[in-house]
């Protein structure tokens, strides 16, 4: 028999998930203008496998290294960042983690808990190929947004140069000399050489710049305005927790997937509120201006990025559906938690809601929309009232 509350126990967890936007670490953005959270660096590493899975070891899956990159830091909510310039007792934080994964994965239905759980275990355990692929990027993309930044803080190039070559990252010169001989020449302010993997690179580089694209909705329960990186760390994880939910069978990893890159444009566009005043022709003419551009930071390597993408934009095949669906479902969540959010800003009716919406998630996601419908009416009604 299905739990009736199992889609309860599923946003649960979601919702407490948004806590992660919360837990600093000690990188900046590679603009220097702030600390970068753990939401928006767990979105970056999950881009940085998808983009690098021509060098993946054999054996990996990459559709698994991109899940457990989704959520290999949730245990961070209770146990917080723990940078390796700072001494540490690593038991004390394997205690403190496994304790939180035990929370955190258990506000889910028992058999996904478990089924995450294991998952985060074995991104632990760094034994099998997606584990160890995912663990490569979790070592190395730190290192890398030190030295490809334009301009370096000061005292973090000794901090990644000693990662790389004494500390966690030091078997990358053996495990992924590519890499690791890119990485020194950036150290030495020396050029790399040309090659598909300086264009990975420069596109990985240039995708950081979507921390500092603000969105209309709240994060951290009103606290303060979320961005697109987080927002689409969020989504994804959405994907990766509700797919089940999709009226007909979808391909998860390509669900995820297109949440990864799907505001990718915004980094030159922008965000559009979705309550806001729309001219949709022209953010249409601005939105493929930078798929041009970014997509084309890649060379011939974009061009499936890009058709994921435009199929996203589309909304037509059944995954487009169920993610476009995904990225109206959860804006809603929020500002529930946020006792309003956006919707105060914007003096949001029923009306405009079910219009703008929840039309939306129940053109993909049926049982979503059934879900948040009144739990929303009921805010919006309160807020009429008020």
């Not at 919702?15 to 900046?28: F, I, M, P, Q, S």
């Not at 054996?59 to 940078?83: F, K, Y």
């Not at 934080?93 to 998952?119: S, V």
Request: charged content about 25%; aromatic content about 6%.
């Amino acid at each position: 028999m299905t739990d009736p509350h199992r889609l309860d126990r599923q946003m649960a967890f979601l919702n407490e998930a948004d806590a992660l936007k919360g837990v600093t670490r000690h990188n900046v953005l590679m603009d220097r203008s702030r600390p970068e959270n753990v939401a928006e660096h767990s979105w970056h590493v999950a881009l940085w496998a998808l983009v690098l899975a021509p060098d993946a070891p054999q054996g990996c899956d990459l559709a698994r290294a991109i899940a457990m990159l989704l959520i290999h830091d949730i245990v961070e909510i209770d146990a917080g960042d723990h940078s390796v310039a700072v001494a540490h007792d690593p038991h004390e934080i394997a205690r403190k983690e496994n304790a939180a994964a035990t929370r955190l994965f258990g506000l889910l239905p028992p058999d996904q808990g478990a089924r995450l759980h294991a998952l985060w275990q074995e991104f632990e355990e760094n034994a099998t190929p997606s584990a160890v692929y995912a663990k490569r990027i979790d070592h190395m993309q730190p290192i890398l947004q030190v030295f490809l930044a334009p301009e370096w803080h000061e005292d973090h190039p000794d901090i990644a140069g000693h990662t790389l070559t004494e500390g966690r990252a030091r078997r990358i010169a053996q495990d992924w000399p590519a890499l690791d001989a890119h990485t020194r020449a950036l150290m030495a302010r020396e050029t790399p050489p040309a090659g598909p993997l300086t264009a990975r690179l420069a596109f990985l580089a240039e995708a950081d710049r979507l921390k500092s694209v603000n969105r209309a909705t709240l994060a951290l329960h009103g606290a303060r305005r979320e961005n697109s990186a987080e927002h689409s760390w969020h989504v994804a994880l959405y994907a990766l927790i509700l797919a089940e939910h999709a009226p007909i069978p979808v391909d998860t990893a390509k669900v995820v997937t297109m949440l990864l890159l799907h505001d990718l444009v915004e980094i030159d566009a922008g965000d559009v509120p979705v309550f806001g005043a729309v001219d949709t022709a022209a953010i249409e003419a601005a939105e493929n201006a930078a798929a041009d551009r970014l997509f084309g930071l890649l060379g011939s390597e974009g061009a499936p990025l890009r058709a994921l993408w435009e199929d996203f934009e589309a909304n037509q095949s059944p995954e487009a559906r169920f993610a476009k669906s995904l990225d109206r479902f959860n804006p809603p969540n929020q500002n529930l938690m946020a006792g309003g959010g956006s919707w105060v800003e914007y003096k949001v009716t029923r009306e405009k809601f079910d219009a703008a919406v929840l039309s939306k998630v129940a053109a993909g996601a049926p049982i979503l929309a059934d879900w948040i419908a009144p739990k929303a009416h009921a805010m919006i009604d309160a807020l009429s009232q008020s």
